[in-house]
């Protein structure tokens, strides 16, 4: 039997970027919230020893325990799905501050044109420039409107960057000047600017100087260690919810954290959000949590799963193409090309997650589509993360990937090869979803999430386009030998590729195609609000944290707003069928 | 952004052809099991003023047949020979470490999914079998063995390097059956764990006296590349484990 607990004002599921800031601005205005994290609580302190790649970066252990809960995965909705028994395209984060512990901090705003892309792409190449099997929809929020937003969370994050020319319209300068210039990032810049592209400094949430945030929290500077992604920050010096966001709203006195805290449901009385259900897992005791107020701040995979096991919002159908819940679930396409240098060294295994050079001539719709068969597109970069020695044994095409051959070419190679690799919009297509599993289970017995998903033809052009603009790159910055990089046959859930799972709870202005208006609260139940990169419509050419977090403070201003006035935010569009 | 150290199938199907030089010939797996032991002790005694320890870690876990152990240990030194560069897998102790790696949570696949029911999944939905990592690798050891019997009549370890890499090769082309799991999945993790047994911090047994990483020239753990990052020219360094950031 479940233990009923007193009720609060707000109650938040997961407490990473966007439980962060959703507690810490609701706090602040004396806004009781309570935040459950199902994963432990972590300091900069826990990170003394995380210069270890076999243990974090192979073993992976900030992320999820699949033990416990995984996805299931198929490539067409006429296959089986079965589990993804290890983690490998994607990782999931677990843990206070989530993924946002160990991601790169690669900080983006996507473009006006994202926002608009149905609009804007219908206007310039007409209504059928895809076919009709993509779902392209309009956010419901333009750029000017989301603008103040973003700054915000640059502000709060501290991102160091500097003016690029193709870049959505910014009224503020970066709270941080960019990253330090490296040999690696000079010789992308010189080739770019060669081929008369516009290279500028990679925007990073690795401090290029020691900072203070309008909050009063401060970010160390970064030292280049070269372990950042996948690793928690020892220094404190990489943009993070726990030096940031969440000490705010501990601050406050207004927030209370439960770690361990397993949200199994959100409890529904069919037109309200009453709380949620969650189990201790370090106790095994079973409570509900009532609240005026239930913000689903976990990841997008479980935001999506939430919703359909707790029976709320209208499953997304890929036959009748109706529903809300699941659709428009995008990944990322990631063309690419390997550069080898036969006679020069580079200090490949110094670096930090988001130093890197980046042109974005090839973004959006910052270059003419009309003659391509693809729209969109993405941001072409460099970066010097930081190679480590077992992820890294880059090996040209020709050499086998073991014995004699293999061992010496990949000790050759290490310093001698550097990646320029583009981070490719992807957009909706009507097979693309999640939804439940009906086999497969998590340990509580709920059914697992059920992703279906497979590369679509629109991204085999666009990543083509691509992979060649990058070889163009690589060759232009003198290497002797550039390799393009291939697109699978299908989209394998196997090999790393990257965390930027988006969709299934999206935003939009119409309720027929969006579960969430633009301040991120659900069009079916307005005190029950969904953020995380679940609202984005498609999913652009960029990192998406920058966005995720910007939509993050737009949601803390509609709740603020649901609390004093109630009700529905935003007026449904009228053109709309719904009824 | 995308790993580039695994191949993918096709490529791998497209290398079936290859073929290592160098040979090592039976029996000799012992001798350098036994070699290695006494180098790390020479040098660990070179290095400090107080009488050094023998390595004690240096026994099994997970294999109770010193057979089977041997057949590893030559497998992984095929995998990543010793050659001008340096050691190879037997001497960088990636033996003990697969084997202290298969006795723990990675080898029970303590923090993965392994609830049925179990289907064989395409090539696109990774790994399917009931079996756990310690048994994948009991399982694909006993195959490699039978298979080596079948075609050279002949224990593994006392084939020619050249015949180890046939073996192994078509292992890793799946074409050997196996029980309860593809040859190509054993083959991949054999693989993939031989490379973290050669380049992981030493803490774990492995990458021995951090030679790995000396001749990959990856200088370890440091605190910080602040004031060398924007330099031109590459610098190497004296690497730095794990152990030096324990306070005592």
Avoid at chain 1, 263 to 282: F, H, S
Avoid at chain 2, 134 to 154: C, L, R
């Amino acid at each position: 039997m479940a233990t009923t607990l007193d009720k609060v004002e707000v109650v938040t599921v997961g407490v990473g970027w966007t439980g962060g800031i959703i507690a810490a601005e609701l706090a602040k205005k004396g806004v009781k919230v309570v935040g459950l994290e199902r994963g432990k609580e972590r300091t900069t302190e826990d990170f003394q020893h995380i210069h270890d790649e076999y243990r974090y970066a192979i073993r992976y252990e900030l992320m999820q325990d699949l033990s416990r809960e995984t996805i299931t995965f198929r490539n067409h909705r006429d296959d089986r799905a079965l589990p993804m028994r290890q983690l490998g395209s994607f990782l999931l984060g677990e843990g206070l501050g989530g993924a946002g512990i160990h991601w790169n901090g690669q900080t983006w705003r996507f473009l006006p044109y994202d926002l608009e892309i149905k609009s804007m792409t219908e206007k310039k190449y007409g209504a059928n420039k895809l076919g009709s099997d993509y779902n392209i929809q309009d956010w419901g929020i333009t750029y000017d409107e989301l603008e103040p937003y973003f700054y915000k969370f640059e502000q709060t994050a501290g991102i160091s960057g500097e003016e690029n020319e193709f870049s959505a319209p910014r009224n503020n300068p970066y709270p941080n000047p960019p990253m330090k210039e490296t040999p690696i990032t000079k010789r992308f810049k010189d080739a770019a600017k060669t081929l008369k592209l516009s290279p500028f400094h990679m925007p990073s949430g690795n401090m290029s100087q020691t900072y203070k945030n309008p909050d009063g929290q401060t970010i160390a500077q970064c030292q280049y260690c070269g372990f950042c992604e996948r690793f928690g920050c020892e220094y404190g010096a990489k943009s993070s919810p726990i030096v940031t966001v969440i000490p705010t709203a501990k601050q406050t006195g207004n927030f209370e954290l439960r770690t361990h805290a397993n949200v199994t449901e959100v409890i529904y009385d069919g037109n309200k959000a009453t709380g949620v259900k969650y189990i201790d897992l370090q106790t095994g005791e079973e409570f509900i949590q009532p609240a005026d107020i239930v913000v689903l701040t976990s990841y997008v995979m479980n935001n999506s799963r939430l919703l359909l096991n707790s029976g709320i919002g209208r499953p997304y159908d890929p036959e009748s193409r109706t529903g809300v819940i699941g659709r428009n679930y995008c990944y990322q396409i990631l063309p690419g090309a390997t550069a080898f240098f036969e006679d020069e060294k580079f200090n490949t295994y110094m670096g930090a997650g988001s130093l890197g050079a980046t042109v974005d001539n090839y973004n959006g719709d910052n270059f003419d589509h009309s003659n391509v068969n693809f729209i969109h597109g993405g941001s072409i970069s460099t970066t010097q993360t930081g190679q480590r020695p077992i992820n890294n044994n880059t090996v040209p095409n020709d050499i086998p990937n073991w014995g004699q051959q293999f061992k010496s070419e990949s000790i050759k190679y290490y310093h001698r090869n550097l990646s320029i690799g583009a981070q490719g919009a992807s957009l909706p297509h009507r097979n693309n979803y999640l939804s439940l599993d009906p086999d497969y289970k998590d340990i509580f017995g709920d059914p697992l999430l059920r992703l279906t998903y497979d590369f679509t033809e629109q991204d085999r052009n666009l990543h083509s386009y691509l992979t060649e603009k990058c070889v163009e790159i690589g060759k232009e910055m003198g290497a002797d030998r550039v390799e393009p990089r291939e697109i699978s046959d299908h989209y394998s859930i196997v090999p790393y590729q990257t965390t930027h799972n988006t969709g299934g709870v999206i935003m939009g202005g119409d309720p027929e195609t969006s579960a969430v208006n633009n301040y991120l609260q659900m069009w079916d139940v307005d005190n029950l609000f969904v953020v995380g990169a679940s609202a984005f419509a498609h999913n652009g050419g960029y990192n998406p944290t920058g966005t995720v977090g910007a939509l993050a403070y737009r949601a803390a201003d509609g709740i603020s707003k649901y609390i004093e006035n109630k009700g529905q935010l935003v007026k449904a569009n009228q053109s709309s069928e719904h009824v | 952004m995308a790993e580039r150290s695994t191949m993918s199938r096709r490529r791998f199907i497209k290398n079936t052809s290859y073929a290592a030089g160098g040979a090592i010939g039976g029996g000799f797996i012992g001798t350098l099991i036994g070699r290695n032991l006494l180098d790390d002790q020479q040098e660990a005694k070179k290095g400090s003023k107080t009488e050094s320890l023998p390595d004690f870690n240096h026994a099994l876990m997970h294999f109770t047949n010193q057979k089977e152990f041997q057949l590893l240990s030559a497998a992984t030194e095929r995998i990543f020979p010793e050659d001008d560069n340096g050691p190879g897998a037997i001497k960088l102790g990636v033996p003990f470490f697969i084997d202290h790696q298969l006795a723990g949570s990675y080898g029970h696949n303590d923090r993965e999914y392994m609830r049925g029911p179990f289907y064989p999944g395409s090539d696109f939905q990774g790994y399917q079998t009931r079996l756990k990592r310690h048994e994948v690798f009991d399982v694909g050891i006993k195959a490699i063995q039978n298979e080596s019997k079948k075609e050279f009549d002949a224990d593994f370890v006392e084939l020619e390097g050249k015949q180890q890499d046939q073996i192994l090769q078509k292992f890793q082309d799946g074409d050997v059956k196996l029980k309860g799991v593809t040859a190509t999945t054993f083959f991949e993790l054999l693989r993939s764990a031989t490379l973290e047994g050669a380049y992981s911090d030493p803490l774990y047994g492995g990458n021995g006296n951090m030679k790995g990483w000396m001749m990959k020239e990856f200088p370890g753990n440091y605190m910080s590349y602040l004031n060398e990052i924007g330099k031109e020219e590459f610098i190497k360094k004296e690497p730095r484990a794990l152990r030096a950031h324990i306070q005592s």
